[in-house]
Protein backbone atom coordinates (compact mmCIF):
# COMPACT_ATOMS: atom_id res chain seq x y z
CA UNK A 1 0.00 0.00 0.00
CA UNK A 2 1.46 3.82 -0.94
CA UNK A 3 0.38 6.76 0.28
CA UNK A 4 1.12 10.46 -0.91
CA UNK A 5 2.36 13.92 0.64
CA UNK A 6 -1.61 15.83 0.87
CA UNK A 7 -1.81 19.28 1.48
CA UNK A 8 -3.82 20.73 4.26
CA UNK A 9 -5.07 23.86 4.65
CA UNK A 10 -4.18 25.53 8.34
CA UNK A 11 -6.09 28.19 10.09
CA UNK A 12 -3.37 30.84 8.73
CA UNK A 13 -4.23 30.60 5.48
CA UNK A 14 -0.82 28.91 4.67
CA UNK A 15 -0.67 25.41 3.46
CA UNK A 16 1.08 22.70 5.73
CA UNK A 17 1.84 19.02 4.56
CA UNK A 18 1.34 15.34 5.79
CA UNK A 19 3.98 13.25 4.68
CA UNK A 20 3.95 9.46 4.18
CA UNK A 21 5.99 7.07 1.91
CA UNK A 22 5.22 5.75 -1.41
CA UNK A 23 6.85 1.85 -1.65
CA UNK A 24 8.72 1.66 1.40
CA UNK A 25 10.89 5.35 0.33
CA UNK A 26 10.08 8.34 2.56
CA UNK A 27 9.08 11.32 0.76
CA UNK A 28 9.37 14.64 2.72
CA UNK A 29 8.00 17.78 2.51
CA UNK A 30 9.33 21.43 3.08
CA UNK A 31 7.83 22.96 6.82
CA UNK A 32 6.28 26.65 6.12
CA UNK A 33 9.45 27.71 7.84
CA UNK A 34 11.69 26.20 5.35
CA UNK A 35 10.01 28.00 2.55
CA UNK A 36 9.91 30.87 4.27
CA UNK A 37 13.77 31.00 4.77
CA UNK A 38 13.38 29.67 0.94
CA UNK A 39 11.21 32.93 0.00
CA UNK A 40 13.30 35.20 1.98
CA UNK A 41 16.94 33.60 0.85
CA UNK A 42 15.48 34.21 -2.45
CA UNK A 43 14.95 37.87 -2.14
CA UNK A 44 17.49 38.64 -0.50
CA UNK A 45 19.60 37.46 -3.30
CA UNK A 46 17.61 39.12 -6.13
CA UNK A 47 17.59 42.51 -3.76
CA UNK A 48 21.28 42.59 -3.04
CA UNK A 49 22.12 41.79 -6.87
CA UNK A 50 19.68 44.95 -8.12
CA UNK A 51 21.66 47.20 -5.59
CA UNK A 52 25.11 46.63 -6.03
CA UNK A 53 23.90 46.81 -9.81
CA UNK A 54 21.94 50.06 -9.57
CA UNK A 55 24.58 51.29 -6.90
CA UNK A 56 28.28 50.22 -9.01
CA UNK A 57 25.84 51.93 -11.82
CA UNK A 58 25.82 55.31 -10.33
CA UNK A 59 29.25 54.92 -8.99
CA UNK A 60 31.19 54.76 -12.41
CA UNK A 61 29.18 57.90 -13.16
CA UNK A 62 30.25 59.75 -10.77
CA UNK A 63 33.77 58.62 -11.88
CA UNK A 64 33.29 60.18 -15.10
CA UNK A 65 31.16 62.90 -14.09
CA UNK A 66 31.84 65.85 -16.26
CA UNK A 67 32.07 63.51 -19.55
CA UNK A 68 29.11 61.30 -18.29
CA UNK A 69 27.20 65.01 -18.15
CA UNK A 70 28.24 66.37 -21.59
CA UNK A 71 28.09 63.23 -23.33
CA UNK A 72 23.98 62.68 -21.94
CA UNK A 73 23.58 66.71 -23.03
CA UNK A 74 25.22 65.89 -26.66
CA UNK A 75 22.80 62.70 -27.31
CA UNK A 76 19.51 64.35 -26.32
CA UNK A 77 21.10 67.69 -28.53
CA UNK A 78 18.47 66.87 -31.40
CA UNK A 79 15.53 66.21 -29.59
CA UNK A 80 12.83 68.73 -28.66
CA UNK A 81 13.95 68.32 -25.08
CA UNK A 82 15.16 71.61 -23.41
CA UNK A 83 18.99 71.15 -22.69
CA UNK A 84 18.62 72.38 -19.21
CA UNK A 85 16.17 69.70 -18.10
CA UNK A 86 18.51 66.85 -19.56
CA UNK A 87 21.27 68.51 -17.62
CA UNK A 88 18.83 68.97 -14.63
CA UNK A 89 18.99 64.93 -14.35
CA UNK A 90 22.13 63.86 -15.50
CA UNK A 91 23.23 66.27 -12.68
CA UNK A 92 21.41 64.36 -10.10
CA UNK A 93 20.96 60.81 -11.96
CA UNK A 94 24.38 59.52 -10.75
CA UNK A 95 24.07 60.32 -7.00
CA UNK A 96 20.27 58.57 -7.12
CA UNK A 97 21.63 56.12 -8.47
CA UNK A 98 24.61 55.57 -6.03
CA UNK A 99 22.33 56.36 -3.02
CA UNK A 100 19.29 53.85 -3.99
CA UNK A 101 21.58 51.10 -4.79
CA UNK A 102 23.36 51.39 -1.80
CA UNK A 103 19.86 51.80 0.15
CA UNK A 104 18.70 48.25 -1.84
CA UNK A 105 21.85 46.78 -1.24
CA UNK A 106 21.61 46.44 2.73
CA UNK A 107 17.82 47.04 2.26
CA UNK A 108 17.61 50.60 4.77
CA UNK A 109 14.38 51.92 3.78
CA UNK A 110 13.68 49.43 1.05
CA UNK A 111 10.22 50.61 0.53
CA UNK A 112 11.12 54.10 0.19
CA UNK A 113 14.56 53.21 -1.86
CA UNK A 114 12.81 50.90 -4.77
CA UNK A 115 9.73 53.27 -4.89
CA UNK A 116 12.49 56.22 -5.45
CA UNK A 117 14.37 53.71 -8.12
CA UNK A 118 11.19 52.88 -9.92
CA UNK A 119 10.46 56.19 -10.28
CA UNK A 120 13.76 57.45 -11.37
CA UNK A 121 12.81 55.10 -14.52
CA UNK A 122 10.01 56.60 -15.85
CA UNK A 123 12.16 59.84 -17.23
CA UNK A 124 14.90 57.15 -18.17
CA UNK A 125 12.54 55.26 -20.23
CA UNK A 126 10.86 58.25 -21.76
CA UNK A 127 14.54 59.50 -22.99
CA UNK A 128 15.54 55.93 -24.88
CA UNK A 129 11.82 56.04 -26.27
CA UNK A 130 12.21 59.01 -27.24
CA UNK A 131 15.84 58.53 -28.68
CA UNK A 132 14.25 55.13 -30.11
CA UNK A 133 16.34 52.84 -27.99
CA UNK A 134 14.62 50.19 -28.05
CA UNK A 135 17.12 47.30 -26.44
CA UNK A 136 17.34 49.75 -23.89
CA UNK A 137 14.22 50.62 -23.29
CA UNK A 138 13.74 46.73 -22.87
CA UNK A 139 16.43 46.50 -20.32
CA UNK A 140 15.33 49.26 -18.61
CA UNK A 141 12.03 47.41 -18.50
CA UNK A 142 13.58 45.11 -16.75
CA UNK A 143 14.71 46.99 -14.31
CA UNK A 144 10.98 48.31 -13.34
CA UNK A 145 9.93 44.97 -13.02
CA UNK A 146 12.43 44.26 -10.72
CA UNK A 147 11.52 47.30 -8.68
CA UNK A 148 8.13 46.05 -8.83
CA UNK A 149 8.88 42.84 -7.07
CA UNK A 150 10.87 43.76 -4.83
CA UNK A 151 8.40 45.84 -3.68
CA UNK A 152 5.31 43.90 -4.21
CA UNK A 153 7.46 40.87 -2.27
CA UNK A 154 9.23 42.65 0.86
CA UNK A 155 7.39 40.73 3.21
CA UNK A 156 10.15 38.55 2.32
CA UNK A 157 12.64 41.02 3.44
CA UNK A 158 14.07 38.96 6.30
CA UNK A 159 17.71 39.81 5.75
CA UNK A 160 18.49 43.81 5.98
CA UNK A 161 19.15 46.68 7.87
CA UNK A 162 15.08 47.05 8.39
CA UNK A 163 14.23 43.17 9.34
CA UNK A 164 17.16 43.99 12.31
CA UNK A 165 15.72 47.29 13.44
CA UNK A 166 12.58 45.62 13.32
CA UNK A 167 14.21 42.65 15.29
CA UNK A 168 15.36 45.17 17.85
CA UNK A 169 12.39 47.60 18.75
CA UNK A 170 10.84 44.25 19.97
Same mark, same amino acid.
Given at each position: M !?S?N +? ?5 S?? #? %??V !??S????E??T???AE ?7 ? =? *???? +? %????A????G? +??? !?I =? #????D????? /???? *? @??VES ?5 Y?L?? +???T ?11 R????V??? /?????? /???? $? @???W??V??Q?V =?? @??Y? $?L ?7 ? =? ?5 ? #????R
Open positions: !SA +VSVPTGGS #R %GA !SGRQGRISESSVRTDHALG =Y *FVLR +V %GMGLVMVHM +VRL !S =Y #RQFIATVKQ /FSGT *F @LPVKLLTTPF +VEAVGFFVLIGLGTYALFGGL /FMVPLL /FGMN $L @LQQAIEIL =YV @LLF $LLVFREWND =YSVDALM #RRNK
